[in-house]
């Protein structure tokens, strides 16, 4: 847009007669980029100020008159303004937009700059600069409920020889999902009250100085990691460091944390499980709360899914195998009459096989 407003103020130029063409295109332009709540300038060849917003006059705490004409040395101090100065050179070198993103005090700051033709020929420098803070982290909310999606689907549907190889793994994925330095999960016994260490991060016991970790603890004498149980909720923590009642009884021996956050795992309104991460980068959240919740309930639902299906054939199998060994004639239907099965007596009896007469009405034998 702003290439195509000096395009025009070009043309103006050269008709004679255009002086109100050209007052009535400054005043479109001036009106046009004002509009634009991103920071909007445009610099000459020399990357002096050419023109700019009434967001660049904001940010900078100055008129228009105070900007126009000077350049970035004047305003910034000298590495900034290097700064800003050695991506300019790289548009006019390459005629290439040039597009960076940095934090700034926690907001992300996207700056696109590129080349722009002057009325003299020669170009300058055009940039937006745009706080994408918000952007940002709406893109990082969606990547991580597909990250969480992804890691329910694996976890629940990948072969994994035994329960524990799964709920490493599970510990694993969510470490990841979680960005999170360290992490445990213990097994709960509402009955026993007592809280059993099952999975935790390797480098944990080799960061811990306590001597002789307990694999086992009574939730009556635990600390940090039963509060989510006696709370029934989750716990965040971002500063670890500070005092915090719910840090009673944390061993100083214990591996240094920073942040932390731990939840229960509630099936069916029983803990069945308590999970804990800790030394994220940056703080912990809601999302991250949500997402393991989400994450280990579903795995947990379909592990005891599983193992109730493996107890079921199991015990089929072994009603099977009293049946065929029983000294008396058994044949099995089902809710409709249809055989299923004929011990060794029951075919003796009916001259049929087992096999021949799966699948026949009981009375056709």
Known sequence: MLAFILIYIRNCRRNKSAGKELYDANRILSSFINAESKIAYLKDENLKYLMGNQALYDFMQKDKAEIIGHDDFDFFDEHLASIRRETDYKVLETLTPQIIEYSVDGNIININKFPVKLPNGKYGVGALIDDVTEVRKHEQLQAKLLQRSSILVEV??????????????????????????????????????????????????????????????????????????????????????????????????????????????????KIVAVAGFANKLSDYDENDVSNTIIVFGGVWQSMQRKEAQEQL????????????????????????????MLNAVASELTGWTDTEARGRHYKEV
């Open 313 to 340: 054939a199991y015990e089929r199998n072994k009603y099977r195998q009293t049946l065929i060994s029983i000294g008396d004639g058994v044949m099995v239907v089902d809710k409709n009459g249809v055989i299923e």
């Open 156 to 269: 629940t549907s990948r072969d994994f020889k035994d329960r524990q190889e799964q709920l490493d793994y599970l510990l694993q994925k969510a470490l990841e999902l979680t960005e999170s330095q360290y992490g445990y999960i213990y097994i709960y016994d509402e009955e026993a009250r007592e809280l059993t260490l099952n999975t935790w991060t390797n480098g944990v016991m080799e960061d811990c100085e306590i001597a002789n970790p307990q694999a086992k603890y009574s939730l009556d004498k635990t600390g940090l990691w039963g509060e989510v149980i006696r709370q029934r909720k989750h716990i965040i923590i971002n500063d670890f460091q500070k005092e915090n009642p719910l840090k009673k009884g944390y061993p100083e021996e214990h591996v240094k944390l920073n942040r932390f956050f731990s939840i229960p795992i509630i099936i069916d309104g």
